[in-house]
Every structure is written in C-alpha cells, then in structure tokens.
C-alpha cells in the first residue's frame, strides 16, 4: 500500500505541474485560509494576553489598607478613607496581617510631599518610606541599581529621575537631599503607575525618623493568588477591628483615649481596607469627593480586579473564537476551491480515467490518485500559510 501511495504520490506532482498557473492559484486559497486563521487566532490571544498582563499590573492581587475612615451617614467626614492624617495603622497590625493565611507580601509605608535636590536641581514631590516587600508586590522594572532598605539609600521612578537629574541619566550612586538629610541612589525604575514613577522612596524606618512619625500611613498587601483578594481583604478587616476595638478598650479603661479619632466613635473601624478596584476609583479624588464616592459605593469593595479579568478574560476567549471561525470561512473557502478544481479535473482527464481502467486499474485505484492530487496542493498550501 505505501509503494502505491509514494507512485500516486510522484503522479500527482506531475500532473499538478502540467496546469502551473490552475494548481497556484487553487492552493493560494489554501494559502489564504490557512494564514487567516492563525492570524487571527493569534490577534485574539495577543489582544487578551494584553488586557491580562494590563490588569496583572494594576494588581489584581493588592489590597490597599489605609489609616483613618469616616462615619458613614454621620455628621463628621473629616478623614477620607486614609486621605487624612490619621494614627490608626501601627507595624505591629502589619506583623499580624502577615499571619493571614493567602497572605504573600506585606509592605507598611509612611509617606508625605517635601523638596528632594540633587547637585543642580530640584524637585517637590512625594516622598514615601515603605518596607522592601512593596518593589515585590508591585513588580518594579528596574532600570539600574536595587532597593536594599539601607538607612540612607533611596529609590526613584523613572520620572523623579529625570526631574533631578535630567533625560538618559543613571542617577545610582547620585547623592540626593531630603529635607536636611542626605541619601545616596540606590536605584531607578520604571512602573506604569504615574504616582509612583514620580516618588522617591526611602526605608521604612527612615522615612518615620523624618516624618517623626511612629505609625504607619498605609499597609499594602498582596495575595498568592488573585481570586483570595476579597476573602483576604474581608480577614484583614475581621482582624483590624478586633485589633483596634481591643485597644479602644484598653485606652478608655486607662482614661487615655487610645487612637480615637475626633467624629468618630470608638466601635466605628479607624481603617480603610480597599482592593485595587476601589483604590482606583478613589485615586486623583479630593478628600471630600473621595469620602462622597466611599459613602455612597458600600459594595465597592466588592468589585475586584479580578472579577473584572475574568469578566474580560472571557469576552477576550469570545472574541478569539470569533475571529477564528471569521478565518476559518476563508479556509473552506479555500477547500471549495480544492474541490472545484478536482472537479474540472476529473471531466478533463476522462480518457486518462479509462485507459487506467483498461489496463486492470480499480475505480478506488482511481480515487486514490485524485485524492492523493488533492492532498498534495492542501499540504503545499498549508506549510506556506503557515510560514
């Protein structure tokens, strides 16, 4: 059977170029099809891949816990989800925040706007003292140097950068001025979060020694997996509360007060834990349009990031699909083509067919060798679509 295969085989070449110019134009159907298809399918996936990669790195994984809440419904909004001043966060919650299970990183940070001068220029931006873990979870691209926490190390975006020290410039190694301490460069990144790419970042420590400030301003969390983000946020606020309520209790038994915050009773939460969703419907948003949007959104916590992947994996897989079976009518387009052709060429080749099976040929002999025919030109046409 295989010798017969390989002589139907060497058959149809011969016969497939006796008719050049009928054979090319059939199989670039074949041609067409074939390198629709894979273009588009490939169109669909690069397109979801794009969106996945665009809200992997808008943290579908991170949750934002910041200092300070307001009464919802209540007289006072004076501290806006974090937004204000509030002395609510310590490194001891951030410690017990690291005990949740689904935990990965977790990065407590102090932060606040001042003057940073390099040798000949200077910039006022914002300045944030944060733990290690925070170039972790949010994947920094670094561009020279690393983040060590160094007492007097600081990293930047790319944008400080280029503020202090110009475009094109490696600032690692620069020496920079912050208030009236001096910090050497330990390196720059580049990140897609415009807030970021303009901060200066020093060690945690450093940045509560020149703030004064024993506290924290926010703790940002991020989950092994990204489908945790709403039950990890919902442990961390179960624990925060009866971390918090336990010290209000404490306080009021020594007559201290504790962290009670002026407008807000002592059994209101004094934080706001907030996915990435929330976050950044509030990010931009003045402390009262931000308390405003809060208030009146209560299941926005609800909304996050990942839920929307989902929701847009899913209409991405949809329209991979859809773009796939587009291509595919080229290809049976193609196919059609292959057939008509095979067609005319059975009616112009009957007397070939007859002396075949003159000499002793079978009728499936015969079909054999059309088919082998029509095989041969899908084969060619494919391996060109595909290169």
Do not use: C
């Not at 139907?8 to 059939?26: K, Y």
């Not at 991020?222 to 309520?245: K, M, N, P, Y």
């Not at 807000?264 to 834990?273: E, G, N, P, Q, W």
């Not at 926005?300 to 209409?315: F, N």
């Amino acid at each position: 059977m295989v010798p017969f295969l390989l002589v139907s085989a060497q058959i149809a070449v011969r016969a497939l170029g006796r008719n050049r110019l009928r054979t090319g134009l059939t199989m670039l159907g074949v041609v067409i099809g074939v390198a629709a298809v894979i273009a588009m399918v490939a169109l669909g996936t690069g397109a979801r891949g794009s969106v996945e990669t665009s809200l992997k790195s808008a943290g579908t994984n991170i949750i934002q816990v910041s200092a300070g809440n307001f009464t919802r419904g209540g007289e006072s909004m004076n501290i806006a989800s974090g937004l204000g001043a509030a002395s609510t966060l310590t490194p001891e919650d951030a410690g017990a925040i690291r005990q949740i299970a689904g935990v990965q990183h977790v990065a407590g940070g102090v932060r606040n706007r001042a003057f940073v001068k390099s040798s000949h220029r200077q910039f006022f931006t914002q300045i944030r003292g944060v733990d290690l873990a925070l170039a972790e979870i949010h994947d920094w691209e670094w561009l020279g140097g690393r983040f060590e926490g160094g007492a007097n190390q600081a990293v930047m975006g790319r944008a400080a950068s280029r503020e202090l020290f110009g475009e094109g410039f490696d600032p690692v190694g620069e020496r920079i001025t912050i208030g009236n301490r001096e910090f050497v460069v330990g390196g720059y990144f580049r990140t897609n979060d415009t807030d970021m790419d303009e901060t200066v970042f020093v060690a945690l420590a450093a940045g509560q020694s020149m703030l004064n400030v024993p506290h924290l301003h926010t703790i940002t969390v991020a989950v092994e997996q990204a489908g945790d983000a709403s039950r990890v946020a919902e442990a961390i606020t179960v624990l925060l509360r009866e971390r918090h309520q336990r010290g209000h209790q404490a306080a009021r038994a020594t007559g201290l007060g504790g962290n009670q915050l002026p407008g807000i009773m002592a059994s209101a939460d004094d934080f706001t834990v907030k996915t990435q969703a929330a976050a950044n419907v509030t990010k931009g948003l003045y402390t009262s349009v931000a308390a405003f949007a809060l208030a009146n959104m209560p299941k926005l916590d609800e909304v996050t990031l990942q839920e929307m992947s989902s929701t847009l994996s899913r209409a991405g897989s949809t329209m991979t699909a859809l773009l796939g079976s587009i291509a595919a009518i080229s290809l049976i387009v193609g196919g059609i083509g292959i057939m008509n052709i095979m067609l005319v060429s059975v009616t112009e080749r009957t007397k070939e067919i007859g002396i075949r099976l003159a000499v002793g040929a079978r009728r499936r002999d015969v079909l054999v060798q059309f088919l082998v025919e029509a095989m041969v030109m899908s084969l060619i046409g494919g391996a060109i679509g595909v290169a």
